[in-house]
């Protein structure tokens, strides 16, 4: 048993042992008796042996310089990426961990969470405390999955060390805080964005995951269909004028106006981002991140920005008046910007920027398109087969599936009605739509989906448009003018049925992400 005389804890030790010497300077003091008294309440047998502050000080420099590096060599750092994926071997392997808490290292239990998220490619990992226990969940494809339970004393440490990991202050629990840590796999850094908020027990812990080994994706490979493509393409080549990329947390935003970055990176071309925090490295583009606990921020880092001569600026997120009107004017002075912002449809982000203050005008000058987006569990391809979904408002869908068979004239809804007998004795009438489903198997860990693909409504402004905006037209005429002039304009959940009708998702995944 390894006593670490640095902190003045015990460190794990296997639940089977039931006796213990340790060895002190002074059997007194107040610490010592700290510990006996854990290890007495434990129901351990303690033989107290004294030593020389000599010897102490040996065993203390040996146990630092041979038994602490030995161990943190032995942190996994490899896997084998054809196998990853299968959440259910690595909750299997969870289980195992949470059994065995008790024999693992703070830092072993951490590096087994960390690649275990990785291999299955979590998005997020969270650390959530109830009264007597803390949840350790993984969201996958935007869906969270609990993996364990741990109970509280073991909990705490591994708290305690992720902040201490991240840069953060052990010492103060009381106060949310953020941090950063990385580790690495397969020959490569992750990095995780760390956030602490304190609850009733102890701190609720969230790490986003930030792999870079996975790669920007083109448009295809992310979900866009042939129009939106078109759309964004067309906008990239111009001079200048503001993108904006929509949507709540974890649509995708990001990994979106990352792939319009790399269709701009291009030698002739200076390329420059602020971001928070810095989620893909990407070479021939100067990459700063603003630092949320000082002066640097994204309305005078943009300031900063500008002197240095871009073509092309990338702005993480608009949140503040000061930054869309830095925003709009660099658009406006020979730009192009990218940028995100939290609004629920396209057209409702010229609303969104009405409230922060912009004018009207400068809107309709600065602005070349708007992508609203929402990511979609795909159907899983090794369990797919075809199968009824009830239908929740039989006239919205169909008016959904007849704008997209205009569009794409192949695509068409097999929707059937069937009277069913309710607790009353009353027939009602209820709508089914037959399309493909995941049955659930050992690739998609029985869930019936496998990965995730975009659904957006895309909104290029055109001289029509802009007028319009100048004009202070309101959100609904404005949407009705956009669907008249552009015949392949799909609302969220339009473009959602079009992914049903083409076998991609289900009219269940559509109705929990647009509606």
């Known amino acids: 048993t390894e006593v670490d005389a640095r902190q003045g804890e015990i460190l794990p030790f296997h639940k089977n042992n039931r006796a213990l010497k340790v060895a002190v300077l002074n059997p007194k003091s107040a610490e010592t008796r700290k510990i006996l008294s854990k290890l007495e309440a434990s129901h351990i047998d ?15 420099k040996w146990y630092q310089s041979n038994l602490i590096q030995r161990k943190t060599i032995q942190l996994e750092d490899h896997y084998i990426e054809s196998t990853d994926g299968n959440f259910e071997s690595a909750f299997l392997g969870f289980q195992t961990l949470a059994e065995n808490i008790y024999n693992l290292t703070t830092p072993e239990a951490l590096n087994e969470i960390e690649m275990s998220a990785l291999k299955v490619k979590a998005s997020d990992i969270h650390f959530q405390p109830y009264e007597e226990k803390v949840v350790l969940r993984f969201r996958l494809d935007g869906i969270l999955h609990d993996i364990c339970e741990m109970e509280m004393e073991p909990a705490k440490k591994l708290v305690n060390h992720i902040k201490y990991k991240s840069g953060m202050k052990s010492n103060l629990s009381h106060i949310p805080q953020d941090g950063h840590l990385s580790f690495n796999a397969n020959g490569r850094q992750v990095d995780l964005r760390v ?21 920007i994706k083109t448009f295809t490979e992310l979900g866009f269909d042939k129009y939106a493509e078109s759309k964004i393409n067309s906008v990239l080549r111009r001079k200048n004028g503001m993108v904006l990329v929509t949507g709540p947390t974890g649509s995708g935003k990001t990994t979106t106006l990352y792939s319009m970055l790399a269709q701009l990176n ?34 005078n880092g943009l300031k900063a920005l500008l002197r240095h001569d871009p073509d092309v600026i990338l702005i993480g997120e608009i949140r503040d008046f000061d930054t869309a009107k830095l925003t709009t004017e660099a658009s406006l002075t020979g730009h192009v910007v990218l940028s995100s912002l939290h609004t629920n449809s396209a057209v409702g ?35 797919v087969k075809n199968d009824e979904t009830e239908i929740y408002n039989v006239e919205k869908l169909r008016a959904a599936v007849s704008k997209v068979h205009q569009i794409y004239p192949e695509l068409s809804a097999n929707i059937t009605t069937s009277a069913i007998t309710d607790e009353t004795g009353n027939d009602t009438q209820h709508h089914f739509l037959t399309s493909q489903l995941g049955a659930g198997c050992e690739k998609c860990s029985h869930t019936g989906y496998l990965g995730q693909t975009v659904i957006t409504e895309a909104l290029l402004l055109d001289s029509q448009t802009q007028e319009l905006i100048a004009k202070e037209t309101r959100e609904k005429p404005l949407l009705e003018a956009v669907q008249a002039a552009d015949k392949a304009f ?14 991609e998702t289900t009219l269940e995944e559509v109705y929990r992400v647009a509606g």
């Open 349 to 383: 982000a010229i609303t969104r920027l009405r409230n922060l203050g912009l004018e009207d005008f400068n809107i309709a000058a600065s602005l070349n398109a708007v992508l609203a987006q929402r990511l979609l569990r795909k159907v899983c391809p090794q369990c």
């Open 195 to 215: 956030s602490t908020v304190p609850t009733e027990f102890i701190e609720s812990v969230v790490m986003r995951v930030l792999d870079s080994h996975r790669g």
């Open 46 to 60: 303690v033989e107290l042996l004294i030593c020389s502050q000599t010897g102490f000080d040996a065993v203390v």
């Open 266 to 299: 291009e030698p002739e071309r200076k390329l420059i981002t602020l971001e928070d925090p810095i989620e893909y490295h990407l070479d021939n583009v100067t990459q700063s991140q603003v630092a949320s606990n000082s002066d640097y921020n994204f309305s």
């Open 490 to 503: 799909l609302t969220l959940f339009e473009d959602g049925v079009k992914k049903v009708l083409q076998g």
